[in-house]
Every structure is written in structure tokens, then in C-alpha cells.
């Protein structure tokens, strides 16, 4: 039904959601997972806010994650032009903790993990996009998707490959 360009955070969280509503899914990704998966390579971590822990967890996704966090108790938030600076304490509020920090390499192997288990969802990895177009295929609207290896069509693409994203130039 829709395919995934991009197996990053964004795009496997996607996934997970859309397969969540028992909706058909392919994500489309350019780079080896597997080799990323024993290899660390991404340093950067992730902020989740109380809002994301809710909705990972409607995803039955905060259990395995919840292992792997670190939780944010204080922010202080200072500028040049402030006298004071703010500070958000979660001792000050009734929902816990003001946040939680992740690993993104952690968090992108609990995802791949789900994302390879579940029966909504076809990962192509190592695939390269070189062509879309948007056509009528019988007397509906698709999306044409040209793969190094292969032509799929789709009732929707998302564009899920980053900030200088390949599908918003094929997409014009």
C-alpha cells in the first residue's frame, strides 16, 4: 500500500505505525542494515519526550526501549540576553521524568528488529532509488518507483531519506 524511503528513526517508526493499522508497507533503504546493526557508526542520541514514550508504548515499543534509556530529571535553559535562566525540574511536575535520552544506534536496532518481525512490513535494503513517477494504473493514481534492481508501485511514497532527500527532487 505505501512504501518507505528511508529506514532512518523517522522511517521505521513509520512503518511501525502504518503496519500497526494492518496497512502493507515497504521501506526502501540504500544502505546495508545489517552491517550497520554490528557496526556502530551513528555517536548521536535522541531525545523522547513523555509524549513519544506514550506513543512507543501504543506501539508496544517501550518495554525494550525503557532498558536503553537515560532520564532527563532537569533543563536548564540559559540565553546571554536572559537575567535569569529558566529551569524545568521533574520533581515540579506529576508526570515524571522530563524526558529520556537514547543511543540512536540502540534505538535503530530495537526498530529494525520489530520492523524484520512483523508481517505488514517488506524491508529492501541495499536498494537504490533512480526514478519516480506518478501514473494512473488502472484508473487509479500510483507511484512508479525505479530500484537499481527492480520497478514496484505504490499507492503512496513517503519521503523518509533525510534532509537532502532524493524523493523531494524525484517528486519535484
Known sequence: DIV??????VGLIMALSLASKKIKVTII???????EQTKKIDKRTTALSQGTKRYLKSLNLWDEIKLLVQPIKK?????????????FDSTDL????????IENELFKKILI??????TFIKLLDKENVVDIK???LYSKNKVRISLDSRVITSNLIIGADGRYSRI???AN
Open 168 to 170: 523531494k527532487h524525484y
Open 29 to 35: 533503504e540504500r544502505n546495508n542494515l545489517s552491517r
Open 94 to 101: 506529576n508526570e515524571g521524568d522530563l524526558g529520556f535520552i
Open 4 to 9: 518507505i524511503v528511508g529506514a532512518g528513526l
Open 134 to 136: 506518478f501514473e494512473k
Open 75 to 87: 533543563i536548564e535553559v540559559s540565553d546571554n540576553s536572559m537575567i535569569k535562566n529558566l529551569l
Open 113 to 118: 528488529n520489530k520492523v524484520i518481525k512483523s
